[in-house]
């Protein structure tokens, strides 16, 4: 080392006295069995700080205020240097932190290592994790755009089906009754004031226990079953074999780079989506909400009526509540995934059902909106049929079925219901549903003049 | 393992003592300052008077048996903002003076419901809730018909009021926002 560094170390050491902690925290010694999986943590640490950063500079110029907020990212976008750039990088790296603070917990839980003694650091985690997902819905509103009020008003009705509290949750987390300049106050300081100042806290408490207790290693040999009493002993013991910290410190600063430079192509080459500026009063709106809740959105479709908090707060609320406390009832000795079926079984069931709810409301097709035309046609139809047309978009179906890739999913598709159902049945079936298909959901259309029901079902027979 | 810290030489009347002052400043302070911070959050949320009625609009502009999407304006100036933003409602003439006014949010999660005149319908662009000009649910997830706003007519304008549930009836339930 050059001697002036040396002179400058030695100067700060007789003042600090930390080069002892610094040098132990570097070269501690890690398990055998310490991956690429285990750079997780520090990657999420390190796009937590980005965003951090990001968020500052975003801070000089956005303005917290419906008059305001739209037009102060307009100017972002459109008249800051760089403004598209650093936009871009908070808003991609949202969905980055999201996805790679998941994966963390993935790994954590497949490695088993929320077992003894790490039980309160995936406590911990969860909480972040929670955070985490309170960010992406803070932030969400902040662009004032109509995607954002959507959303935040699909968000604060979803708070308010909770049982007994929800109209005073509702009206806490609005600000009022509606979604407006009080609920963007509030979003704006949960977003840049207190939601950072827990994260960080949070995190320190998690990066403390992580330094105290050393990182979970690999279930692998003797570590994939470990008695609680067996843990010291084998833990030591691989500890003893395993590299330093600052080996894989490399592992770590490489994969935060790779993300750095995914993070940056997509800022430099997405387009950050903005829509039109909020309007509370437009009825033509289909509300969307972000993609990593799209599994609560689409798992609405499910349970309809009475059982509607079943899915906006039961299902939640207890997967919160299995999550945080799995340490305290998951407590068998096996840490391989292959080890304990019961858990690894439960939980890619789970998996698969929010990547299978995630997927269908990634490819959901959205209703039309009024006045433009549902679906693209690939020939013009023949008179007697584009009348039929004309009653299907009239009569608004498309906002209860698909046709060639247009409409909402909420009944049968119906590109190809010519194919199963002839013109009579179709008739019949439209004006008594539930009298020839028992249980069938779609509302009678009898008030529909004869020709034009006659009208439709020739058009809809025609659809093969 | 880390040795076990032990409680130093301390005089335990004075050790009692000196807790029993820390957790009484310690409740001081978080008492005066927790319940102005609660009310200031909280209270602005639940205030039942603000924005007391709306202005719908000069009767006559509804024909009878017709429902019609309005953007009613709020009475109650405020400091801030300056401009109170229009609210959207959509308002049935039901004849003899009587009108029935909907919230036009959906009562499943909250989408916009959108009026099809030819369907005479209301549809719900998320999760398919249908409902006709009456506010009933016809079809999909929402567990009870279109919220309500209270009306009254004064000098031939209409007002729209307070946001109200009903129950599958078409009964009174309760008040949305209380």
New interface residues.
């Given amino acids: 080392m050059a001697p002036r560094l040396t002179r400058v170390l030695d100067w700060l050491e007789a003042r600090l006295g930390t080069r002892q902690q610094v040098t132990k925290f570097l070269y501690r010694r890690l398990p055998v069995g310490t991956t690429w999986w285990h750079t997780l943590g520090s990657a999420a640490l390190f796009l937590i700080v980005l965003q951090t950063v990001t968020g500052f500079f975003l801070a000089f110029y956005y303005v917290p205020?419906?008059?305001h907020a739209y037009d102060s990212l307009v100017y972002i976008q459109k008249e800051i240097p760089f403004g598209t750039f650093v936009r871009g990088l908070h808003y991609w790296g949202a969905s980055l932190v999201v996805s790679v603070v998941f994966l963390h917990l993935l790994r954590v839980f497949f490695m088993g290592a929320y077992k003894y003694p790490r039980e309160l650091s995936w406590v911990v985690g969860v909480l972040l994790f929670l955070v985490v997902m309170l960010f992406g819905f803070t932030g969400y509103l902040l662009p004032w755009d109509q995607k954002a009020y959507?959303a935040t008003?699909?968000g604060?009705?979803?708070a308010g089906?909770a049982p007994l509290v929800g109209?005073?949750l509702w009206?806490?987390l609005?600000?009022?009754?509606?979604v407006?300049?009080?609920t963007l106050g509030r979003f704006y300081a949960a977003h840049v004031l207190i939601l950072p100042a827990i994260l960080y806290g949070l995190s320190l408490v998690h990066l403390s226990m992580v330094i105290y207790q050393g990182i979970g290693p690999t279930p692998r040999g003797p570590l994939s079953r470990i008695r609680n009493e067996d843990y010291a002993r084998l833990y030591e013991e691989s500890k003893g074999r395993g590299e330093t910290f600052f080996e894989h410190l490399l592992r770590d600063g490489v994969v935060a780079f790779l993300l750095f430079l995914a993070l940056v192509w997509m800022a430099a080459t997405w387009r950050v989506p903005m829509e039109e500026v909020a309007d509370?009063?437009?009825?033509?709106?289909?509300?969307r909400p972000e993609w990593y809740f799209y599994f609560l959105?689409e798992l609405?479709?499910k349970?309809?009526?009475?059982w509607?908090p079943v899915a906006?707060f039961y299902i939640p609320l207890g997967a919160v509540l299995v999550l945080l406390f799995l340490p305290f009832f998951d407590r068998t000795t096996g840490r391989s995934p292959l080890k304990r079926p019961v858990a690894t079984g439960i939980a890619t069931v789970a998996l698969a059902i929010m990547a299978a709810l995630t997927y269908q409301g990634a490819s959901a097709p959205?209703?039309p909106r009024?006045g433009v035309a549902a679906r693209q046609e690939a020939k013009a139809l023949p008179p007697e049929l584009a009348e039929g047309q004309a009653v299907y978009d009239?009569?608004?179906c498309s906002?209860?079925h698909v046709l060639m890739g247009a409409g909402?999913?909420?009944?049968p598709d119906l590109t190809r219901v010519g194919a199963r159902r002839a013109v009579a049945w179709l008739k019949r079936f439209m004006k008594d549903p539930n009298a020839v298909k028992p249980g069938s959901?779609?509302?009678p259309y009898a008030?529909l003049p004869e020709e034009e029901l006659n009208a439709l079902a020739r058009y809809l027979a025609a659809l093969k | 393992m880390a040795p076990s810290a032990s409680v130093p030489d301390m005089n335990p009347g004075r050790r009692r003592f000196v807790k029993a002052a820390l957790g009484a400043i310690a409740a001081v302070i978080a008492g005066v300052i927790g319940v102005p911070l609660a009310g200031f959050f909280a209270l602005p949320a639940l205030k039942r008077s603000e924005r007391r009625w709306l202005e719908v609009g000069p009767v006559a502009d509804f024909v009878e048996a017709e429902i019609k999407k309005v953007l009613a304006k709020p009475l109650v100036a405020q400091v801030w903002p300056y401009e109170t933003p229009r609210v959207a409602l959509y308002v049935l003439n039901q004849g003899s003076g009587k009108f029935t006014l909907y919230d036009i949010h959906c009562t499943h999660v909250g989408c916009p419901v959108r009026w099809n005149v030819q369907a005479g319908r209301f549809f719900s662009p998320c999760h398919g809730g249908v409902f006709d000009k009456d506010g009933r649910v016809l079809a999909g997830p929402p567990p009870r018909p279109l919220d309500r706003y209270e009306y009254k007519v004064e000098k031939g304008v209409l007002y729209a009021g307070r946001v109200h549930r009903l129950n599958a009836k078409l009964e009174f339930e309760g008040w949305h926002h209380a």
């Avoid at chain 1, 509370?280 to 509300?287: E, G, H, K, L, S």
């Avoid at chain 1, 349970?303 to 009475?306: E, L, S």
């Fill in positions: 205020s419906p008059e959507w008003v699909v604060t009705h979803i089906t109209d005073y009206r806490i609005q600000g009022g009754v509606e407006g300049p009080r509370p009063t437009d009825t033509q709106y289909v509300p959105f609405l479709w349970f309809p009526g009475g509607i906006t959205a209703p009024e009239a009569q608004g906002a209860c909402s999913a909420a009944g959901e779609m509302p008030g």
